[in-house]
């Protein structure tokens, strides 16, 4: 175990019940350039302009502390927009997933979870993940702007947050954690009532285990 990981296992068992991704790598334009083969890839994405930009995560944060600020603040929705809240526009963004998954086979889908101002995926890539991210967030981008109205606006936040899964332990908290943020933020009182989830009971979103 590296120096890195061993500093974050503590971080993740310590999380009052809610499992919390570890060694999270922060990204302004590229997914990370090393690949495990075969590794499933936890990814997070937000609506442009979702946090304000005089908040930032203390100063002494690690990269997964600095996630988990970021998510917890993201959870609250009081900043930005929350277009995701709208059900055309978060069903748009759920059917691109599995359209990608399903239909372009541009990945395999674990778990997945639409909030009102970001969006948590569990998978693993068949393509690049630069790629992949690029089909799915332009894609759904151009749907959503058009149900909004928008031309020429961005609708995604450039940067995506992103963490390759080390093992099956790893990979069950993160998809634990993906599935259990509705009812972390207030919006589900269990993760299966969740409509815009890989949990949500009779979805079509049983996925890839």
Known sequence: MTPFMGAFLPF?????????P???????????????????????WRLHGSLPRNRFPPPSATAGQAFVW????????????????????????FDCLHYAADN???????????????????????V???????????FSAREA???????????WQQESYDHWVRNEREFRKIAAYIEENPVRAGLASRAEGYRWSSAYAGSKAVVAG
């Open 104 to 126: 372009l086979r541009q990945f395999d889908l674990h778990a997945a979870v639409v909030m009102p101002n970001h969006v948590h995926v569990l998978l693993t890539p068949i």
């Open 70 to 93: 970021m998510d917890r603040y993201l959870d609250q929705a009081r900043f930005g927009p929350t277009w995701l809240k709208r059900e055309d526009i978060a069903r748009s963004v």
């Open 145 to 155: 702007n058009k149900i909004l109205g928008r031309t020429g606006e961005p609708f």
């Open 12 to 20: 993740l068992e310590n999380s009052g019940g809610s499992p919390l």
């Open 22 to 44: 570890v060694c999270m790598s922060f990204h302004s334009r590229h997914l990370p350039h090393w690949q495990p083969e075969g590794a499933p890839l936890f990814v997070t």
């Open 128 to 138: 690049a993940p630069a790629k992949l991210m690029q089909s799915v967030k332009g």
